[in-house]
Nanobody
Framework: QVQLVESGGRSVQGGGSLRLSCSAS????????LGWFRQAPGKEREFVAA????????DYADSVKGRFTISLDKAKNTLYLQMNSLKPEDTAVYYC?????????????WGQGTQVTVSS
């Protein structure tokens, strides 16, 4: 069974940086893509970024391009999201997600979420 556990969320001032981590376990992920979604208060969950386990092309939401970087440490089975130049509108619960690449952007496996709060 796939398990995804996020960490790293906290409060930060606008313009600051933060790195989220997602520890993945439960199966071999070689056919999977992993990624991040976020949900702000009163809004629908939205896609942030994704990366295939085998590497290659990453995908980003337009709102985070140039500021966020997604990466994988396969030796640690850990997904990261480096967030720079944070804005108050980045405030949200950030979720790690995983599934076969063909099932994106509607992955079946989700973490519990980690809160990121950006103050102005």
């Amino acid at each position: 069974q796939v398990q995804l556990v996020e960490s790293g969320g906290r409060s930060v001032q606008g313009g600051g940086s933060l790195r989220l981590s997602c520890s993945a376990s439960g199966r071999a992920f070689i056919e999977f893509a992993l990624g991040w979604f976020r949900q702000a208060p009163g809004k629908e969950r939205e896609f942030v970024a994704a990366i295939p386990w085998t590497g290659g092309t990453t995908d980003y939401a337009d709102s985070v391009k140039g500021r966020f970087t997604i990466s994988l440490d396969k030796a640690k089975n850990t997904l990261y999201l480096q967030m720079n130049s944070l804005k108050p509108e980045d405030t949200a619960v950030y979720y790690c997600a995983a599934d076969l690449w063909e099932n994106w952007p509607q992955p079946a496996y989700w973490g519990q979420g980690t809160q990121v709060t950006v103050s102005s």
